[in-house]
């Protein structure tokens, strides 16, 4: 299996002592990977070394096999990303923040824009200013300009949040069905367990700043009731609560 | 280079739409409005010329170059910088594939740009009311003076520019940044006076450059020591923002 992104010895502390360490994680092409931890327990500093927002003390990422910390441009260029909220300048429209997104890309055209707005729902809200919308819309949004470029990998960190129940199952689906079809590599970050659980075939606990076990969710559900049993069995083993 | 050009025509597009831009040439065409009615009133009131129609936008230039040229300049590259920082919009560049020299690059060349437009409106501004206020003493020399001037002020306000850029990265707050950048202006403006002797060393005392492209017999040795001067401005807040900027984690 193609190794699509690779995570090794990732390691980032904080002056308040809290952080990452020493975190390794292989993703494979066509992942629905779950990065499952209760909040602060240093999903978005992963999140954010893995996508050039913050700089690790140790410990490198690479995308297609291009080095985030030294070969950036390359490494991104295959890739979409949410980290922390889905944000969007408030004085464009949602066609021009798209447009501000597609200039990097040259496989984006004026057609495509119109075919992500149409997918995540907003298509009526184009030429809107993004001020005017609500948490939701903006989430939408987001998730329209990660998927504008067809990336072969996308990040999402909480890609539900400020999303209402249609939304959720609206994005569950995408989600899936970009996986399908086109064989997008997804690395989803959640505290929500049931949505891991249905969202993806792979999940890593990440607690207090360490990753504690990687596994398929098929595997899981065939020893466990369901993810939350594993999720506390698993914390429970590694002596943390 | 064409991630350059997707980052740099961006910021221009933010720049505009933000309408920032608009306000900004309106209060300069009031500027030049007021600055020809001072002259009018002069000269009917005390019976003086006051100045000819290529004069005109000279006298605006002396006057917009140490006062409204860089309180706007500051507030755009401020803007750029600090702002996006502070509203969590920077992420979005960030993220994209672009690296962060690129972006740095584009940022500051879009503040040029706004910088060249401003002067360029200025200028064709103050020359047509000076043509209408003034009409008999236009002629081609003054012309082509008055083009030189604002063309040339571009590199000094962009040395000023590159110090206001580098404090931005140094600072999260804005406001912060737009009061340290005044005081730093107003004390140089001020040790120019007290120091004569170094004044050419003060990045404030280059605003004034352009007299010497205009100046009868054209000095240019010292044109191409201020030029250095601004050079070496440039080049070492251009490398320590773009140090800051480079290790900054969002």
Redesign the interface.
Same mark, same amino acid.
Request: hydrophobic fraction near 30%; charge should be positive.
């Given at each position: 299996m193609e190794k699509v992104l690779e995570i090794n010895g990732l390691t980032k502390m904080y002056k308040n002592g809290r952080g990452i360490w020493d975190i390794s994680l292989d993703i494979y092409r066509g992942d629905i990977f779950g990065f499952l931890g209760p909040n602060g327990a240093g999903k978005t500093t992963a999140m +954010?070394i893995m $996508?050039?927002?913050? +700089?690790a003390d140790r410990g490198d990422v690479y995308i297609f096999g291009h080095s985030v910390s030294s070969d950036? #441009?390359?490494?991104? #260029?295959k890739?979409g990303?949410i980290?922390e $909220?889905a944000?969007?300048?408030p004085?464009?429209t949602a066609y #021009?923040n798209l447009r501000?997104?597609s200039?990097?890309?040259?496989n984006v055209d004026e057609k495509r824009i119109d075919e992500v707005l149409e997918i995540t729902g907003i298509h009526r809200y184009k030429n809107e200013k993004v001020r005017n919308f609500s948490l939701g819309m903006k989430q939408r949004l987001g998730i329209a300009s990660v998927i504008l470029s067809k990336p072969e990998l996308v990040i999402l960190d909480e890609p539900l949040n400020g999303l209402d129940v249609e939304g959720m199952v609206e994005v569950r689906k995408l989600i899936k069905h970009l996986a399908e079809t086109e064989k997008t590599t997804f690395f989803i970050s959640s505290h929500l367990i049931h949505d891991v659980e249905l969202t993806c075939n792979r999940v890593g606990i990440i607690f207090g700043g360490r990753i504690l076990n990687v596994d398929y969710t098929e595997n899981i559900l065939n020893n466990y009731a369901s993810l939350e049993n594993y999720f506390i069995s698993e914390v429970d083993r590694n002596g943390k609560i | 280079m064409?991630?350059f050009?997707?980052?740099f025509?961006?910021e221009i597009? /933010?720049m505009y /739409? /933000?309408?920032k831009a608009i306000v900004i040439v309106i209060i300069s065409l009031i500027t030049i409005i007021f600055g020809q009615l001072m002259v009018i009133a002069i000269r009917s009131g005390l019976g003086i010329r006051g100045v000819s129609s290529t004069d005109f936008p000279l006298l605006v230039l002396s006057v917009f170059v140490n006062t409204i040229l860089p309180l706007f300049t500051a507030l755009v590259a401020i803007d750029i910088f600090t702002g996006e920082f502070s509203h969590? =919009?920077m992420?979005?560049a960030? =993220?994209?594939?672009?690296?962060?020299l690129k972006l740095f690059s584009a940022k500051i060349a879009a503040v040029a740009f706004f910088v060249l437009i401003n002067l360029l409106v200025v200028m064709v501004l103050s020359t047509l009311t000076g043509f209408i206020f003034n009409p008999a003493s236009i002629n081609a020399i003054g012309l082509v003076r008055i083009v030189v001037s604002y063309l040339v002020t571009v590199i000094p306000i962009m040395a000023l520019a590159i110090i206001i850029i580098f404090f931005s990265n140094v600072f999260r707050n804005s406001t912060a940044v737009f009061f340290l950048s005044i005081i730093l202006f107003i004390a140089f403006k001020a040790l120019e006076f007290v120091f004569p002797q170094y004044s050419s060393l003060f990045f404030t005392s280059n605003l004034g450059w352009y007299n010497l492209w205009i100046s009868d017999a054209m000095p240019f040795m010292k044109i191409l020591r201020q030029l250095l001067i601004m050079l070496g401005y440039g080049i070492m807040f251009f490398t320590a923002g773009y140090y800051l900027f480079d /290790?900054k984690?969002?």
């Open positions: +954010k $996508t050039g927002l913050m +700089k950036f #441009e390359k490494a991104m #260029e890739v990303c980290i $909220t944000e969007s300048y004085y464009l #021009e501000q997104v200039r990097y890309y040259s | 064409e991630r050009r997707a980052a025509i961006n597009e /933010k /739409k /933000k309408k969590n =919009t992420k979005i960030l =993220t994209k594939p672009i690296s962060r /290790k984690d969002l």
